[in-house]
């Protein structure tokens, strides 16, 4: 680790903006226990020795402090690919045990803070005071430090190995899959390939999906408890879990199922959440109903996709209660930031009063007001083909924050505007599998390998192997090509050549 020294990277320079520090620091024989996440089955990462690389810096008139990180593993050990790691929620960059995951794999491996540290609370900076939003730092997050930091980490490989990256790839979910559609939008020069999971991209429609149920009992003054809407979930997998040929307690065919969930009022069911048995309400099947449907306009105009049938309902229409009964709504922490501090731009604004007409007008200033900054919704990836660049996504149908209908959304445009797509994106859908991962369905831990062989063998992906996580017998299966779905024909249900594809 010799050529570990902040001197190595002095002179290099990124147009428009200005180096304040260059830090560099040795590590040897790390160990990490790395889980299941960031598109990557769980690994227990030894024995791991790298130079970290923190690049700061600022632009200069933006009054910003940016962080650019590095690791990279001897040079033994790599492979002559780079990585651009992605982050979740309000971080832009991803953490060090993901970044030791892409060191083992032999990646050198770049990520960004995005000008603000991971445990900084967006509050803290989205405004420059009420009624004025903080554009600098929002511009940093959405997409200029994504692009820097994958010019700077390219300038440290070559500093470091004497040579430039042979192949180089971005990697992320959720936020990051935002990030890695963003890139192949707007800087498509920048990564040969490209994994893009759960993507929270179409970002001014998502982040409203997010809060829709919590509009729709806010407008009917009806907050059924977590238990009910727990039950109204199981009622409905009972009732369209066979869809697909077999009953294994995952729905993969979402769009096919027309349950009603009224048909199930009066009847009980256990709530793991409690541990006693509880009974589904009208409430509750009224807000399923509405929170499936997706998001209307007070005239009952289509705005928005709704989450799955058989996606968890515990994150967007949450509600809390009191020990007399009493319930309100508890709305996910994105969609509340998002409405007080970006939309209203008022920290003090009563979420309460967010009901179906104001949401309304709440969707449009989301989508017309920053659509342009982080939208990520454009469907024209003509230079990103022409730079010989692939894309895979995957998104689970299970997923409790992101209605994956968003994703299908995006990839139907692009295949309506391009015809032979297939070529150069191409999606997968994960039945029974939650946001980025979790629940009993098949997760695709193995989807960058499948990447790695379509640009640099030219194996395009007909299927994406995937396997389920956390349960007493393992199964597998191949997530099928979008729009094609998963059937099962016969034989091991815990064996991928039970099912098909069709």
């Excluded at 971080?91 to 083992?104: F, I, P, R």
Aim: with cysteine.
């Amino acid at each position: 680790m010799a050529l570990c020294t902040a001197s190595r990277f002095q002179n290099l320079t990124l147009f428009g903006a200005s180096a304040l520090n260059f830090n560099t620091h040795s590590y040897s024989n790390l160990t990490f226990k790395v889980p299941a996440e960031q598109n990557h089955y769980a690994k227990n990462v030894t024995g791991l020795d790298v130079c970290e690389v923190v690049i700061t810096y600022t632009h200069p008139g933006y009054n910003d402090e940016v962080n650019t990180v590095v690791w990279l593993p001897e040079t033994e050990n790599w492979s002559g690919r780079f990585l651009g790691a992605g982050g979740g929620g309000w971080v832009t960059g991803a953490e060090n045990s993901t970044l030791a995951w892409a060191a083992s794999e032999g990646f050198a491996v770049v990520t960004t803070d995005g000008g603000h540290a991971a445990d900084a609370p967006v509050q803290d900076w989205a405004l420059l005071s009420p009624g004025n939003v903080n554009w600098i730092p929002l511009q940093n997050f959405a997409s200029t430090t994504l692009d820097e930091a994958a010019t700077l980490g390219k300038a440290v490989v070559e500093a470091y190995y004497g040579t430039k990256p042979t192949y180089s790839y971005w990697n992320g979910c959720s936020t990051g899959g935002r990030q890695g559609h963003m890139m192949a939008q707007r800087y498509p020069d920048q990564y040969d390939g490209i994994l893009a999971s759960a993507s929270a991209m179409q970002w001014g429609q998502m982040l409203m999906q997010e809060g829709w149920p919590q509009a729709v009992m806010n407008d009917l003054k009806l907050y059924p408890t977590n238990c009910e809407l727990e039950a109204v979930r199981l009622a409905a997998i009972e009732a369209c879990d066979s869809l697909d040929g077999l009953e294994d307690g995952i729905i993969t065919l979402p769009g096919q199922c027309d349950f009603d969930p009224s048909t199930k009022v009066g009847q009980s069911y256990y709530c793991s959440l409690t541990g006693v048995n509880t009974t589904i309400t009208e409430a509750a099947a009224t807000i399923a109903k509405w929170t499936w449907k997706g998001a209307t306009t007070s005239r009952n105009e289509s705005l928005w996709y709704g989450l799955d049938i058989g996606a968890s309902f515990l994150a967007d229409a949450a509600t809390t209660c009191s020990a007399n009964g009493t319930c309100i709504g508890s709305p996910l922490g994105f969609f509340d930031i998002w409405v007080r501090y970006f939309l209203m731009m008022d920290p003090s604004f009563d979420m309460s009063t967010v009901n179906v007409s104001v949401f309304s007008k709440l969707f449009h200033q989301s989508v017309n007001r920053y659509d342009s900054i982080i939208g990520t919704s454009d469907i024209d990836l003509t230079y990103f083909k022409e730079a010989g660049g692939k894309l895979i996504t995957w998104h689970g149908l299970a997923d409790s924050l992101i209605a994956p209908n968003t994703t299908v959304d995006y990839a139907q445009r692009v295949y309506e505007r391009d015809p032979e797509a297939g070529d150069y994106y191409r999606f997968f859908e994960a039945p029974g599998v939650d946001h980025c991962g979790g629940g009993p369905g098949w997760f695709p831990g193995s989807g960058l390998q499948s990447l790695i062989q379509w640009v640099e063998k030219g194996v395009a992906p007909t299927k994406l192997e995937a396997r389920t996580q956390n349960v007493a017998v393992e199964r597998s299966a191949d997530l099928c090509l979008w729009p094609k779905s998963l059937h099962f024909v016969s034989g091991d249900m815990s064996e991928a050549s039970a099912f098909e594809c069709r």
